[in-house]
T-cell receptor, first 111, second 113 residues
Framework: NAGVMQNPRHLVRRRGQEARLRCSPM?????VYWYRQLPEEGLKFMVY????????ESGMPKERFSAEFPKEGPSILRIQQVVRGDSAAYFC?????????FGPGTRLTVL | QQQVKQSPQSLIVQKGGISIINCAYE??????FPWYQQFPGKGPALLIA?????SEKKEGRFTISFNKSAKQFSLHIMDSQPGDSATYFC????????????FGGGTRVLVKP
């Protein structure tokens, strides 16, 4: 049973470009969460989705960030017009209920 | 406002010793408390979790102690091994399933051989 999969593992973008991060939850998990981790810091919640629905986006910046979890395919975290402050590790977690299981993360570097 | 406070920030322990990490929370709605282990460049891995109706839970060398009245919980790593060197995060979730994790700031543990 494959774990949570994220790709790409590393992503380099120049300021102003778009970043698309993908997350495939564990089989049978209908809850997906995105977290951001800045260097030497803990993880901060961004958004919680179920299939085709955003349940809680209270941790998402108001501008440039969006997330989706379509009926078919992976969940996508999209960052438009990236800035250097967006450089971080972005983790996806999936859950069948309470326990959340994390993927390996995508490390975004903005030049 | 940090809702889960974790201490210490870093910890050095000799092989075979006990590593102790403490967390305190403010939100009484929290009712599920997992601990995660993270190695450099990897995602957090669920280690052990506890609910407030239990005062202690043990899995192998890892034990969670929970004090509901004090709103505190701790992780004990017994017989610490160099392979336990990692960053450990406590976390909390309120209410029923499907809620966001609130993490502590993390503790970097180094086990010296």
């Amino acid at each position: 049973n494959a774990g949570v999969m994220q790709n790409p593992r590393h992503l380099v973008r120049r300021r102003g470009q778009e970043a698309r991060l993908r997350c495939s939850p564990m089989k049978g998990h209908s809850h997906v969460y995105w977290y951001r981790q800045l260097p030497e810091e803990g993880l901060k919640f961004m958004v919680y989705l179920q299939k085709e629905n955003i349940i809680d986006e209270s941790g998402m910046p108001k501008e440039r960030f969006s997330a989706e979890f379509p009926k078919e395919g992976p969940s996508i975290l999209r960052i438009q017009q990236v800035v250097r402050g967006d450089s971080a590790a972005y983790f996806c977690a999936s859950s069948p209920g309470t326990s959340q299981y994390f993927g390996p993360g995508t490390r975004l570097t903005v030049l | 406002q940090q809702q889960v406070k974790q201490s210490p920030q870093s910890l050095i322990v000799q092989k075979g010793g006990i590593s102790i990490i403490n967390c305190a929370y403010e939100n009484t709605a929290f009712d599920y408390f997992p601990w995660y282990q993270q190695f450099p460049g990897k995602g957090p891995a669920l280690l052990i979790a506890i609910r407030p109706d239990v005062s202690e839970k043990k899995e192998g060398r890892f034990t969670i102690s929970f004090n509901k009245s004090a709103k505190q919980f701790s992780l004990h790593i017994m017989d610490s091994q160099p392979g336990d060197s990692a960053t450990y995060f406590c976390a909390a979730i309120p209410g029923a399933a499907g809620n966001k994790l609130t993490f502590g700031g993390g503790t970097r543990v180094l086990v010296k051989p």
